[in-house]
């Protein structure tokens, strides 16, 4: 079964960071080479500079973490510019990624992404959708609230 390609949106990459659970278990998944994380130059950027800023963490933390993504996902240059998004330009550079990696998914929490749902024949999904392709593993059954 091939493997499915795809790009994380940066809010992906922070929540995997700040909180782990979804967004950690698909960078396991990247780890495992049961999927393939395609990201680009300022992808990484984008997230360094929101760590930094918006969350207070240090060079050497950002550093760090960088690091480790390097080790799970694979770095490519988009030659394509996109202006599909007006809302937040940052946006596209996600679609730019996706679609010179010719990724199978993005992966994000974005509104304005996922109103999209896909583009140019690139799905658009929450992460906890891509538990629903045959990635190895299943989402986690909630548990019921008891009344």
């Known amino acids: 079964m091939p493997t499915l390609t795809i ?13 782990g659970e979804l967004a950690e278990r698909i960078l396991q998944l990247a780890a ?3 999927v393939c994380v ?7 950027d984008e997230l360094s500079e929101k760590m930094r800023k918006r969350f207070g963490w240090s060079a050497s933390q950002v550093k760090t973490l960088i690091q480790l993504l390097a080790g799970v996902t694979e770095t490519i240059t988009p030659t394509v510019s996109l202006n599909v998004i007006t809302e937040d330009k940052d946006d596209n550079r996600i679609l730019e990624c996706a679609v010179a990696g010719h990724a199978d ?3 994000s929490f974005d509104a304005d992404l996922l109103r999209l749902r896909q583009y140019e024949g690139i799905g ?20 019921k609230k008891r009344l």
Not at 7 to 19: F, G, K, P, Q, W
Not at 38 to 44: A, D, E, F, H, Y
Not at 128 to 143: D, M
Request: zero cysteines; glycine letters at 4%.
């Open 38 to 44: 395609i990201t680009s130059s300022v992808i990484i």
């Open 124 to 143: 658009i999904i929450r992460p906890e959708e891509l538990f629903y392709y045959n990635v190895g593993e299943k989402l986690p059954r909630r548990r």
């Open 32 to 34: 495992s080479g049961r």
């Open 7 to 19: 790009v994380l949106d940066t809010n992906v990459y922070i929540s995997a960071a700040l909180r």
């Open 105 to 107: 998914l993005i992966i």
